[in-house]
């Protein structure tokens, strides 16, 4: 794989006319044994920042443990801090056919589920040089989707805080009961190094687009 344990990638977003909304942080902590499966343990933190912060004080963090083989999700979980709200919730993703290897509540899935935290790393995952198309199922944990990601163009230069990079952009769309969802689309520009570093992500939202630059170089 291309992302490694230790891995800290660091993300200033801009949404409507705010330059920085927010900051969000992606870590690779650990691979470990969950349940008798080799995992990869991903996490996402996000904190909204001045001025934006007087109006949305958010504070949110999801972890994602990730086949260490196939990539599908065993375990995925969400601990919500918006406006004095707390929410945590832990979703355990067990395959159609197969029993449940941890205590509590399991939601069945597809084979090759993923989680959407979980789905950002398959993408790195692959070599986009040599594959223009790939899809999976995404559960959030509330609902359920199909994920299409397709390379859209390749040798891309974009410019971000972190640097300047050559980048492939891939184009993720959304769709439900084999229709696409209206109102949401996302795209990731994954630099050409080794690392496959996402270095533009954008997400168009019924609530407006979201734009993540890298601001800090993979440590």
């Known amino acids: 794989m291309p992302f490694r344990v230790g891995e800290r990638l660091e993300y200033q977003i801009s949404w409507a006319s ?18 008798a499966w ?24 999801f972890d ?7 990539l599908d999700t065993r375990q995925y979980e969400m601990y919500l801090n ?7 919730q832990v979703w355990r993703f067990v395959p159609e056919g197969q029993s449940p290897r941890a205590p509590g509540p399991a939601v069945i899935v597809m084979p090759g589920t993923r989680d959407p935290l979980g789905t950002l790393y398959s993408l790195r995952s692959v070599d986009w040089q040599r594959t223009t198309q790939i899809s999976a199922p ?6 359920l989707y199909q994920m299409r990601a397709i390379r859209e163009a390749a040798g891309e230069s974009v410019e971000v805080p972190a640097g300047k990079f050559s980048t492939t952009r891939i ?14 689309s996302f795209a990731v520009w994954i ?20 734009r993540l630059e890298l601001t800090s170089a993979p440590q």
């Open 18 to 35: 705010f330059a920085t909304a927010a900051t969000v942080e992606l870590t690779v902590p650990e691979r470990r044994n969950l349940y």
């Open 38 to 61: 080799s995992t990869w343990h991903f996490r996402a933190s996000a904190h909204t920042v001045n001025p934006v912060r007087r109006l949305f004080s958010i504070d949110d963090e």
């Open 64 to 70: 994602s443990y990730t086949d260490a083989t196939t």
């Open 82 to 88: 918006e406006m004095g709200r707390k929410v945590d």
């Open 138 to 143: 995404v559960d959030d944990g509330n609902q």
């Open 171 to 184: 184009g993720v769309h959304v769709y439900q009961h084999n229709t696409e969802v209206s109102g949401i």
């Open 191 to 210: 630099a050409g190094d080794r690392a496959r570093t996402p270095v533009v992500m954008r997400a168009d939202l019924p609530f407006g687009t979201l």
